[in-house]
Nanobody, 122 residues
Framework: HVQLQASGGGLVQPGGSLRLSCVAS????????MGWWRQAPGKERERVSC??????????NYADSVKGRFTISRDNAKNTVYLQMNSLKSEDVGVYYC?????????????WGQGTQVTVSS
């Protein structure tokens, strides 16, 4: 079954950077997707970014609020997806979850990781 291990969260000052990692196991990474969602206190979970898996070309998408600041990438050999977060703002605070999806645009989730807390504060 799908197993996802997320890590890399922490406390950072505004304008700082963090890199999240998500190691996947238990399923075949073919013609699907992986992505990052976040949930701020009192708010619904929102998708932050998605990357296709198993395709020869890399397809990514981002929420408007993080475009130009966050970069999603993958390392196929390590079954790992990363989220590089730069220029962090207070509104980026939340629990970040990685998920595996059955489609390349991250519309249908097949499994969630455990979440990692990101706090942006001076």
């Amino acid at each position: 079954h799908v197993q996802l291990q997320a890590s890399g969260g922490g406390l950072v000052q505004p304008g700082g950077s963090l890199r999240l990692s998500c190691v996947a196991s238990g399923f075949t990474l073919d013609y699907s997707g992986m992505g990052w969602w976040r949930q701020a206190p009192g708010k619904e979970r929102e998708r932050v970014s998605c990357i296709s898996i198993g395709y020869s070309d890399v397809r990514t998408n981002y929420a408007d609020s993080v475009k130009g600041r966050f970069t999603i990438s993958r390392d196929n050999a390590k079954n790992t997806v990363y989220l590089q977060m730069n220029s962090l703002k207070s509104e980026d605070v939340g629990v970040y979850y990685c998920a595996a999806t059955i489609d390349s645009q991250c519309r249908v989730v097949r499994g969630w990781g455990q979440g990692t807390q990101v706090t942006v504060s001076s």
